[in-house]
DNA sequence: GTGAAAGCGCTAACAG
DNA sequence: CTGTTAGCGCTTTCAC
């Protein structure tokens, strides 16, 4: 007869008529929040159930003041090699806040490009932010300090009271280096990095020269290149290296490793008879390589799970930690045996 | 003295209050719906210049059960050869959100885990969705259907009413192969595509197959291999591949053409002069092979784009375009010289 | 052309 | 423990 339980969306009105409460009692059932007595609570659930209930999100924002979303910045001009990081970091980012029933908001940024982040801070949109790839010079922490939104950075960060969560490249490095010297002549490790703009490239590098400072010994200078971030200064940096007869050498990247075992095989030398190779990222393509490539290894998922957990963390109250390193994995395979 | 215009925000009271008008003209004059008068409109925009006003989204969105957010779903299980795909796609839909005043929220599927796209379609956070891949039994398509949201998606799909925008595979793909079939015998031209679950690799087919019939020959089916998704049927297929002797090779990714360069190199083959190399998707991994490989390009970014731009079109009331195709590029390089 | 008032669906005092 | 009453900040009839 009365088809009112048809099509549209029950809400916290409709649950209450038919409970014969008050939707004050209704809400409090639900967050926890007073006083409520057991029973009514169970009833009320059951109902929800029932009418399959659920809330507005739009409303409770407009009420708390809270949006129920968090930003996410990521690059707008990030390399192919780096592409895979963001995506399945935001996908970590994404199942962790759908877990406490918050969503992710996409922020593009570039070079001295901040206006999508802008807009999301004017708009109100995200009640935190995530960078995932801080900017060299501390502008999109600044900007989001000087409007008093909370936010964690991926990385390292130049902003003063910046939070951190990151995968612990230094010590990853730093063993994975350690393990090298064992192995090798220490004045005969090279190590081939990547554009020094990223932060993570510089904690490579400490780790790298940090392995050597355990050792009791020092790197060979002429075989350490960093801010390869092009392909002329790739080919001036391998020439000049492979002149120093490398045993082994070390790259920042798995894509700066493929140029690296292209050339090696146009010149006929052979991994790891002739030189060893190890990689301080590991992507799916290295996979097709013989052999197998020596590579840390760090789980992008949990990073940007944890980052997210410690931004929700944040905005519901909790201190948060000043910095957290994820842990890491070596995988020595047969380019280093 | 009074130095209530500090750190609050203004909101429409305030600039009401300020011009001697109320609520309700100023919204008026800001969405300009409704007669107003010119002039009153012009000192309303002053007025909201002066005191920084920007309208609160969430107390819009209330009002107008609208939440200015779309949802993108994204595969949590993309492999790294099409991370950068999504990555950039993504880039381009936050670009064009952003210009229109939308933002876009990230939805995570796996095969049969649906979970966060039916909290955010429950929760009521997205106004409409872009599916960035489509799944194989159409199960996302039909989810969002059954709820009334309005959804794009990019690539084909097997569900019904589905508005598509995509990249013109099939003619990109048909017309490379045609470039190729004039160069080389049609029956020692042979295709190595991966996952048939995806339906770019059911375009990329079609395409191949269309350019033998426009020059009325057909394939050699011994030199035709689908569904190349693991090691294993990687080198069973082009073990029996080369056993056939091809002349051109035309590989449906750049992952599948990188493994394929390794292995010709491995045996002592060279491009382009023992067999020439094409690959259906250019990505930066290649860049760094000699010869650079020939290869169809499509632009990410604005696929992106023009997806958004469709679905905020939908959502503000236009007509939608069943299908959209974006242009191609085909990059002519030394690998098929 | 403009203003007053109701309402979007929920939360949060404040009473009872 | 529960109900009543105000809002949250904007849009939108409906009068004037």
Redesign the interface.
């Known amino acids: 007869m009365n088809n009112k339980n048809a099509q549209k969306k029950p809400q916290l009105e409709d649950i209450a008529a038919a409970l014969g409460l008050s939707k004050s009692t209704v809400s409090r059932a639900i967050s926890g929040k007073g006083r409520i007595k057991a029973e009514t609570r169970e009833k009320v659930f059951e109902c929800i159930k029932e009418l399959n209930y ?1 809330p ?4 409770k ?2 009420s708390e003041q809270k ?1 129920y ?1 968090i930003g ?1 910045v ?1 690059p ?1 001009d ?4 780096e ?2 990081f ?3 970091c ?2 970590g ?3 962790e806040c ?1 877990v406490r ?1 918050h ?6 940024t570039e070079r001295d490009n901040l ?2 982040l802008t ?2 801070i ?4 995200v009640d935190g932010v995530i960078v995932t790839r801080p900017a060299a010079d501390g502008s999109i922490e600044k900007l989001l300090d000087d409007n008093g939104m909370p936010f964690i950075v991926i990385g390292r960060s130049v902003h003063e009271n910046s939070l951190i969560v990151d995968s612990d490249h230094v010590n990853g490095c730093r063993e994975l280096t350690s393990y090298l010297l064992l192995q090798n002549p220490a004045d005969r490790l090279a190590l081939l990095l990547g554009s020094t703009e990223f932060t993570v490239n510089k904690s490579r590098y400490t780790g790298f020269v940090s392995a050597f400072m355990d050792a009791g010994s020092h790197a060979n200078e002429r075989l350490v290149f960093t801010g390869i971030d092009s ?1 002329l200064k790739f080919s001036k940096a391998v020439s000049v290296m492979l002149e120093e007869q490398p045993r082994c050498i070390v790259c920042g990247d798995d ?1 700066l490793c ?2 690296l075992l ?1 050339k090696l ?2 010149l006929g030398k052979s991994v790891p008879q002739d030189v060893r190779i190890a990689s301080f990222y590991d ?3 290295l ?4 052999p197998p490539i020596t590579s840390l290894i760090f789980n992008a998922v949990e990073l940007g799970a944890t980052a997210a957990s410690q931004l929700l963390g944040i905005l519901g109250g909790t201190a948060p930690a000043e910095e957290t390193l994820l842990p890491y994995e070596i995988l020595i395979r047969r380019s280093t045996m």
Chains 1, 2 share one sequence.
């Open positions: 659920r507005n999100m739009i409303a924002s407009l949006t979303n996410v990521i707008m990030s390399s192919e090699a592409a895979p963001f995506q399945t935001l996908t980012m994404a199942k759908a029933d969503d992710a908001v996409v922020i593009g206006s999508q807009r999301v004017e708009n109100r949109k392909e894509m493929m140029k292209a095989a146009d992507s799916a393509y996979d097709s390589y013989s």
